[in-house]
């Protein structure tokens, strides 16, 4: 499960960015996820809420997933396609993770339909805010 280091990276990222601010509570983390990181988003905010046990300073703060865009090509004529990502709150609404898995989808190309579309970029985990106080 790569998600556990993916979470210990943010938190020692967001206790740096606490103990800059001399923040004696970090109340929120929101986080950008591309559609394509590989992460489960489940299995991301489990860690994190297991992790954050660990740190005062974070014991009781919230993570905010954003996941970005979609964006898929098609292998025949190449056109690009957005898909709009969804933005999920802490705790497990898995409405993202059973109706939103990309990777897994078969998609035909709207403009040409004899082409596949396939993932291309979005695969990015960006620390976007930390609301502390
Ligand atoms: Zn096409």
């Keep these: 499960m790569h998600e556990v280091s993916l979470v210990q990276g943010l938190i020692s990222q967001v206790k740096e960015e606490a103990r800059r601010h001399n923040a004696t509570k970090v109340e929120r983390v929101v986080v950008q996820i591309g559609p394509f990181s590989g992460v489960v988003l489940e299995s991301f905010t489990f860690?994190?809420?297991?992790?954050?046990?660990?740190?005062?300073?974070?014991?009781?703060?919230?993570?905010?997933i954003k996941t970005?865009?979609?964006i898929y090509k098609c292998t025949n004529c190449g056109k690009e396609l957005e898909?709009?990502?969804?933005?999920?709150?802490?705790?497990?609404?898995?409405?993202?993770?059973?109706?939103?898995?990309?990777?897994?989808?078969?998609?035909?190309?709207?403009?040409?339909?004899e082409g596949l579309l396939y993932p291309s970029g979005g695969d990015e985990i960006i620390l976007l805010r930390i609301e502390m106080e």
């Design 47 to 64: 860690a994190f809420d297991a992790l954050k046990k660990e740190e005062p300073l974070l014991a009781g703060a919230f993570l905010t």
């Design 83 to 113: 898909k709009e990502g969804g933005e999920e709150a802490t705790s497990h609404q898995d409405a993202f993770t059973t109706h939103f898995s990309p990777l897994f989808q078969e998609i035909r190309c709207p403009e040409c339909k």
């Design 68 to 70: 970005s865009k979609a």
